[in-house]
Structures are given as C-alpha cells and as structure tokens.
C-alpha cells in the first residue's frame, strides 16, 4: 500500500509579500526538501549549487521585470522560509537554470536538459464528450520522485482576480491547477532544436498570471506574449466548454484544438505546423511520448459521450510499456536523474474540484480538493 501522505492544502490571502510570507511560514520543511532535491538533482547534470545560484541571479532580474507583485510575493516566501531568496528564484526557475546553462556548456560536457526532460501525460474532455456534460482535465506530472515529498496543494484567495487552485512544487508560484472562473491548466515537457540559451521569465510565473485570468482569451495572451527559455506544451480549458493545447517554442507557439470533445498530449510535438519547422529532440530522450499519447486517446474515444472522472483514473493508471508507461514507474533517464509519476491529477473544473494521487505507482489513493 501507498504511504505518501495526502499533498497538504496551503492557504494565503492578502497583499502579494504578506501571502508569500505566509506560504513560507507553512511550507517551510517542504520548501527545504525542494531545495534539498534540486541540489542533488542539478549535481547529477553536472551543476553545482553555487553555479545554480549565479544563473538564479540572472532570472531575478526577469522576474522583477515581468512582475513586481510576484517578485514581492517571492521576496515573502524566502522570508517566511528562511531560505536565501535566490533558492526560491532557483526553484521557479528550475528548468530555466538547465536550459540556460546548457548554452554555456562546454561541447564535450552532456547536456543536463536531457537528463531532467519533464515527461508528462495530459487530457482533456469537453462536455459533449463527457456523461454529466462536465470539463475533465486531467494529467500524469512524470519528474523527480522525490519531489512527492516537496509539493503542495496552495489555495490562493485573490482579492483582485480569480481565486486559485494549483498544485505546485513548495516555493513556486503555480504549476498545475485551476481558478475560480472556470480556467484550468496542465503542462508538458517538449524540446526542440530552438531551446537553451534563452532568457525568458520563468514558466511558473507565466502559469501564474494564466490562472489569475478572468477570461481564456486572457490566459492565452500570457502564454503567447511573454518571453520563454524552453518548449513546453500547454493544455488550457475553460468549464464553458472550450480548450486548446499551445505548443511553444522560445521562437514561435503552434495551436491543437479538441476533436470530438477530446484533447490529448504527450511528450512530442503534435501540430502539423511545428512538425514541419522543428526538430523534435525531445523524442529521442522519450521515444514512448508516441504510444503514450495514442493509448490515452484511443481509451477516451472509446468512450466518447460516456467519460467520468473513473474513466480519467483507469486511463491515467495504464501501465502498458513499463515503466516507460502513462503510469512511470520510476526510472533513471540520461545522466542519472529518475523520472517517474510524481502524481495524478484530476480536475472537475465545472464542479471547480481536483482529485491528486502521488506516487500512484506504489498504490493509486486519491484526495479530494476543491476551491
């Protein structure tokens, strides 16, 4: 049986540093954890912790740029952790420090973006396609075990905007989630022959200002309008019954819109467009993103008009392909850094709730949460 505790539920209001003071002071040991993991990790792809730091340094600019009320809310956090405030510009901008050093890498050193390539399994299904004419969305977040151990629930009341939902590594701003109007959001890992070197604002807080949004036009403009460091594939829908994946590169974002009521993506690019323009290398670290996909869209189109939210969970638990399946059981990747299924997530975004799961390769118990 699964031991992982339930993902703990943090709750912050109020001006931007007094909500980051406050997500500090409760996930202060998670947070640690976090910091704990990713020096390891960025060890194993052959980057030390100082090096990390001196990149972190070179994002805090972006982010102060971007944004100042999350730049503050960022400043709260360290406070409230006491952790230095380059740890937790370290931690939002993770795979920004790997894709930016990768740039600066000696050619005979490996590349660490391969070895820490975010591999995920994502859906959604529209209410024409669902049994009670609700939107499920859903995803397998596929990363560092360990980060099981480092990851919250935060629930952000939004004096200004809408209220928030998002399941997140401790210290970051969002990952994964929903707000109060109806938008939700899960994210997969791409790359490309355009990525490394690029200094854009760290994803997490580009995921943060989609999930303040009041409408999806607005969620989709903070993707395509603001500056990235690396692909990645977005899967944003709205509980009216719309959605869409943007597929986007530091140059340039490509669009897939549901069929039938059903969207699914994994760890390749999929538009026709981006095939044409790009080289995938991507593919060549997770080859299985092709079977993964297709298994997950041939179990949902065979229950069009039919799918529940039991529909997303047997889909999301297939192991077909192990471990390099929908469910990764965990397994080292180049360089020596494992992957494996951090959690399931669920998503009733017209009933506004979300079901986690982690580690749901040790045993699939879920928790229930709701805005």
């Known amino acids: ?10 709750s912050v209001s109020g001006p931007p540093r007094e909500r980051g003071l406050s997500y500090g002071r409760q996930a202060g040991e998670r947070i640690a954890a976090g910091v704990a993991t990713y020096k390891e990790a960025f060890a194993v792809a052959g980057i030390e912790w100082s090096e990390a730091m001196g990149y972190a340094e070179r994002f805090r600019a972006q982010i102060r740029g971007y944004d100042s009320d999350m730049y503050a809310e960022i400043e709260g956090i360290a406070g409230g952790s006491d952790q230095p405030l380059n740890a937790i510009v370290a931690l939002n901008a993770r795979t920004e420090i790997i894709y930016w050093r990768d740039k600066e890498r000696q050619e005979d050193r490996p590349a660490a973006s391969a070895a820490m390539q975010e591999e ?55 990952r994964h989630g929903m707000n109060s109007e109806g938008i939700a959001l899960t994210v997969n890992g791409l790359q490309c022959d355009l990525d490394c070197g690029n200094m854009g604002v760290p994803n997490p807080l580009i ?39 943007l597929e986007v590169t530091p140059a340039e974002a490509f669009w897939l819109q549901p069929d039938q009521g059903i969207l699914v993506h994994a760890n390749h690019f999929k538009s026709p467009v981006a095939r044409s323009k790009v080289r995938d290398t991507g ?29 997303f969970k047997a889909g999301l638990a297939d192991t077909f392909g192990a471990p390099d399946a929908i469910l990764r059981t965990p397994k080292a990747r180049a360089g020596g850094n494992l992957s494996g299924t951090v959690a399931t997530l669920i998503m009733d975004t017209t009933a506004r709730k979300m079901w986690l799961a982690p580690r749901p390769y040790l045993g699939i118990e879920f928790t229930e949460y709701s805005l």
């Open 1 to 10: 049986m699964n031991t992982t505790p339930a993902f703990p539920v943090v």
């Open 120 to 174: 995920c399994t994502a859906a959604l299904a529209l209410p024409g396609a669902t049994a009670n004419g609700h939107v499920l969305h859903g995803q397998n977040w596929d990363w560092n075990p360990r980060c099981a151990d480092s990851s919250v629930v935060l629930r952000i009341e939004n004096g200004d905007g809408p209220d928030i939902l998002t399941f997140v590594e401790a210290g970051q701003l969002a």
């Open 207 to 245: 995921r943060r200002r989609l999930l303040q949004s009041r409408a999806l036009g607005g969620a989709i403009d903070a993707v395509l309008n603001t500056p990235i460091s690396f692909s990645h594939s977005l899967m944003l829908s709205h509980s009216a019954g719309a959605g869409v994946t």
């Open 283 to 311: 593919l060549l670290h997770c080859p299985e993103s092709l079977y993964r996909d297709q298994r997950l869209l041939d179990h949902l189109r065979a229950r069009q008009r039919q799918i529940t939210v039991e529909t």
